[in-house]
């Protein structure tokens, strides 16, 4: 074996770990990232890559922020601000802003999501193009959203053309957990794919407490049987 291959192997990994990361973290290894610079790289790295690992620190950081520190950075609402493509070109470090809102966002930035996902006239000409996105943000929305938002989320299980986030949407409006989800989930049963209806299924059980087949003339006929009857359960 010559005397170098060992040498040069062993470069060759230093050199892959860092580029492959280490590079963005160099400050933090030696006197830590601070909240205002994570903040500030998250807005304007020039790197996907640390861009996403910033808001992976902010969200493992927020606990220990004080009172004052969480007023003057206002993670949440940057985290929400980074989930818009028009903010931020990366569909990953969109996901991963959108993913850290489970952990630290509040309702107050539902509306911003909900509004992402279908866009707007004025605001978001585009609805979210990326199914990698949709999905982290429906799985958002059932965490954070209530029944103002289960339009949204009926929509995207009509006509969003990526399965997993219409088994997303299903699962979102099962942990909303209310009876108004309901016709959703009876249409989601007509789905051309086995998981969303298995889906739109385990949601009607989990809201309705019934047991029954992924049938949609079944569910239906029970649903429409219980008439006036159809009311939240306590």
């Known amino acids: ?45 020039k790197s996907p890559r640390a861009r996403r690992e910033a808001i992976l620190r902010v969200v493992r950081n927020e606990c220990s922020f004080s009172e004052k520190e969480r007023q003057r950075l206002s993670c949440r609402k940057m985290l929400a601000f980074v989930t818009s493509p028009l903010h ?13 809102l489970r952990e630290v966002g509040t309702p107050e930035e539902v509306p911003l999501l909900a509004r992402n996902l279908r866009g707007d006239a004025s605001l978001e000409p585009q609805p979210e193009p990326s199914p990698i996105v949709r999905r982290e943000v429906v799985k958002t929305l059932g965490v954070l959203a209530g029944p103002p938002q289960i339009p949204v989320l ?61 049938s949609d003339t079944i569910w239906r006929n029970w649903w429409e049987s219980r008439g006036e009857k159809a009311t939240e359960r306590p």
Request: net charge negative.
């Open 88 to 100: 931020e070109p990366n569909p990953l470090v969109r996901a991963t802003a959108a993913s850290a």
């Open 154 to 214: 009926d929509a995207l299980l009509r006509t969003d053309p990526d399965v997993e986030t219409r088994v997303e949407c299903a699962n979102a409006l099962a942990r909303i957990d209310t009876q108004r989800a309901v016709p959703p989930l009876l249409a989601g049963l007509s789905d051309p794919d086995p998981s969303v209806r298995f889906a739109c299924r385990e949601a009607l059980a989990k809201i309705t407490g019934e047991d029954l087949p992924a």
């Open 1 to 45: 074996m010559r005397w170098w291959l060992p040498i040069a192997m062993i470069a060759a990994g230093l050199a892959g770990c860092y580029n492959y990361g280490y590079k963005s973290q160099r400050a933090q290894l030696w006197r830590g990232m601070s909240p205002v610079e994570d903040v500030n790289l998250i807005r304007e790295g």
